[in-house]
């Protein structure tokens, strides 16, 4: 079946712009999870979803990250007044929802703020 | 503060012999870690996993070893192939109460398996 999606898969945008970063998971995973990594890094966790609302924001690094995911599947990255330190590639997963289950992930969407 | 550690950021091993990458982590609530090999564009691709209440899990050519005591695990690869060169990531969660959290992750080693 059809793996975790990412669209776009990259995004060249400027300082101070506002962009949306989309992600399709397995059908039917009610867990959905959003990761950062950096250059040099490995990912980093930023928020998790079960269903339609949040169930950890804990990663997010400030106010101007927010993420949605209104009928439970499709989740939806925002990033405001984006700055040259947002530059990343933004990975999404998902599972399917119970606590022992792994988590598959999408190819990623790469980030340039210019 | 890293809580997960992988300190060799590459290792190179000949095919055919065993590849051997090493984990630490120092958050004692730690109870499942698993195994993601990345390719490069591409997202991380899970490997294998093992829960805290085992010292071993095996699958194939892949091996992952707990070390409790020590909050260190480690992955073989035997025998290693060229596919195999990849960078590998690992991460651990913890699931106390049963909930799905998310991972932290290590910053990877870049293995590459020579002909």
């Known amino acids: 079946g059809a793996g975790v999606s990412q669209t776009p898969s990259n995004k ?4 101070g712009k506002y962009v949306e970063l989309r992600c399709d998971p397995i059908s039917g995973h009610t867990a959905l ?9 490995g990912p980093e966790f930023l928020i998790y979803f079960q269903g339609t609302g949040a169930a950890d924001d804990s990663g997010l690094p400030n106010d101007r990250f927010f993420a949605v995911r209104p009928e ?4 939806t990255l925002k990033i405001q007044r984006t ?3 947002d530059s990343a590639v933004y990975l999404c997963a998902s599972s399917p929802g119970t606590a022992a289950d792994t988590q598959y992930f999408g190819p990623g969407t790469r980030l340039t703020v210019l | 503060d890293q809580q997960v550690k992988q300190n060799s950021p ?4 000949q095919e055919g012999r065993i590849s051997i990458l090493n984990c630490d982590y120092t958050n004692s609530m730690f109870d499942y870690f698993l195994w993601y090999k990345k390719y490069p564009a591409e997202g991380p691709t899970f490997l294998i996993s093992i829960s ?17 005591s020590a ?5 073989h690869i035997v025998p290693s192939q060229p596919g195999d060169s990849a960078v590998y990531f690992c991460a651990a969660s913890a699931r106390t109460g049963g909930g799905a959290d998310g991972l932290t992750f290590g910053k990877g080693t870049h293995l590459i398996i020579q002909p």
């Open chain 1, 83 to 85: 700055e040259r330190g």
């Open chain 2, 71 to 75: 909050k260190h695990l480690s992955l």
């Open chain 1, 12 to 15: 060249v945008t400027e300082k």
């Open chain 1, 72 to 75: 439970g599947s499709v989740s």
């Open chain 2, 10 to 13: 590459s290792l190179s091993v």
């Open chain 2, 52 to 68: 805290s209440i085992k010292d071993k899990n095996e699958d194939g050519r892949f091996t992952v070893f707990l070390n409790k």
């Open chain 1, 33 to 41: 999870y959003w990761y950062r990594q950096s250059l040099g890094q």
